[in-house]
């Protein structure tokens, strides 16, 4: 077995000792909700199993209620306006009908909203986007909070939906719960030419007619966008923690071998009901680090600076900013895929996609691989994420088989794909932003190195949509700090800025050094512009982004991970902060307030649950 590496080793154990106290209370507390005996239900009186019977069919009732069949909820974040969520529609009769073959019985036990960040991008909607996740955990609990259920199914693709599912079910981790992907959608316009189109549009070149054709080639089917956003980088993470099942993640929608793979996860979760398996003993610091190491070597959302800090606490595990940037400095970039590249997922997954990127992290000693994994629910002896290595085909039966590796020394494409000797770069790319602002994070793997240092005048923003209204006017066509302010968490729920990604790059493109600083976040998607994100303290709590003026000059440095802000302390000091503007009404944002008072900082992953555990 390799030899892990010291680094992965130190940040493990760090999260581990820092995470002492919390982690062994939520351990105690998954403890006491294990049921002692039976199957969950049968703790209940009769007048409460009774409803949980009443509209199953009789020959579920039978195996409920005389055989003691386990009982698995399916919480399902269906819905058919998203393209990624729609394949869902048919997936609850696929999956009682695996689970009834192996001896269980699946019921619909809720489902959580799921909205679409692509649709409400600069419109009111978006301010709900980060807390929907919140919200979405705390449907997820409501689900399965009947207690009558020995297993869950988690059924969810998108943005704030996979972390806020994988928040609620670690609050019911005494449970064996599994994920359920869905597959991306054909590629279609390919994403060089989808953002091209976008910058044309920024300038005025082609019209409205045009830029919806374009998209509409985009985004042209069921399943999940093709480029390697947020979303994307959920159902990767999912895999190398080891909650799907491997080479789930990117399989169409609706071929064989999905429909192979969602009755086998059935099955194993089934499995991992009689066998008394559970969600808590599987998902452990090492987990959370895998998770930050697949982020890295992928050039991942930077959403997941925010989701993975979240999901960490769920489990009663801190994890850091300065942990996921200690990681980026041995992390070797090893992937391509748009905004970091021209490919896309289904290209990803042609080159070789997780079955080869897992096997090399683990040989570079990268990935923890005795990490419980869905996988060894329904196996003899556990192989933990080595079993990952393996592609999933059909057997002559029809059902999924993962056949030994092929021995393999590169991947299909080099320029999509390569190994962990032939990296694309030595490091991750994120790095923590350090200045007298306060600390942001910046994704620099998809920014070329003569960009990534901008020093400029800022001009400042309490509104995205007055930078496009800015630039529109050509106001902005100099060397240029955006600074984009009051759209954090408390501020305005930290809505993404995806609509300021065009027009920055079109002035980026006409020669001039621009850059971004905000409290808010950019898309998963978020590409050649160099942008300190998600900055702490915002300036609703105090954060001196609420003293900056036009004409201030700025320097971030993203190599460096530096932010500079050339003004004397005291001339800071007598000024007075800009206050965010308060957040409208309407859009159901005045239904958020209590979230907006209540939520965390962005480093401690903008979060409405606090210290769920205790205090470390």
Known sequence: MTQLHPVVAQVTESIRQRSAATRARYLEAMDRARPQGSRARRKYAAPNQAHALAAAPKDDKHH??????????????????????????????????????????????GGVPAMCDGITQGYPGMELSLFSRDVIAMAAAVALSHGTFDAALCLGVCDKIVPGLLIGALRFAHLPIAFVPAGP???????????????????????????????????????????????????????????????????????????????????????????????????????????????????????????????????????????????????????????????????????????????????????????GTVFDWGADQPEGLEAYRRRPRLDAQGEVEWPAPEAEASSRDLAVLRPAAEPFSPDGGLRVITGPLGRAVIKISAVAPEHRKVRAQARVFEDQLDLLAAFNAGELERDLVAVVRGQGPRARGMPELHKLTAPLKALQQRGFAVALVTDGRMSGASGSVPAAIHLTPEAADGGLIAKIRDGDWLELDGDAGTLAWDTEVEVRAGRDEVAPEPSAQGYGRELFARFRAGVGPADRGASIFADLDGPA
Not at 231 to 255: C, I, K, R, W, Y
């Open 64 to 109: 409920l209620q005389v055989l003691s069949s386990p009982a698995v909820g399916i919480v399902t974040a269906y819905n058919d306006m998203l393209s990624a969520h729609q394949p869902y529609g048919d997936y609850p009769a696929r999956l009682k009908a695996a689970l009834r073959q192996a001896g269980a019985v699946g019921q619909v036990a």
């Open 185 to 371: 959608m054909p590629s279609g316009l390919s994403n060089a030419q989808k953002a091209a189109a976008r910058v044309r549009f920024a300038n005025g070149e082609i019209d409205e007619a045009a830029i919806l054709d374009s998209e509409l080639e985009a985004y042209h089917s069921a399943g999940t966008c093709t480029f390697y956003g947020t979303a994307n980088t959920n159902q990767l993470l999912m895999e190398v923690m080891g909650l799907h099942l491997p080479g789930a993640s990117f399989e169409p929608p609706d071929t064989a071998l999905r429909h192979a793979l969602t009755r086998e996860v059935a099955r194993r979760t089934a499995a991992g009901a009689l066998r008394g398996r559970s969600m808590a003993e599987m998902f452990s610091e090492r987990t959370v680090v895998n998770a930050v190491v697949a982020l890295l070597a992928t050039g991942g959302s930077t959403n997941h600076t925010l989701h993975v800090p979240a999901i960490a606490a769920a489990a009663g595990l801190s994890l850091t900013w300065e942990d996921m940037d200690t990681l980026s400095a041995v992390v070797p970039l090893l992937t391509r895929m748009y905004p970091n590249g021209q490919a896309d997922v289904n290209h990803f997954r042609a080159a070789g996609g997780t079955a080869f990127l897992i096997g090399q992290l683990l040989d570079a000693g990268l990935l923890h691989g005795d990490i």
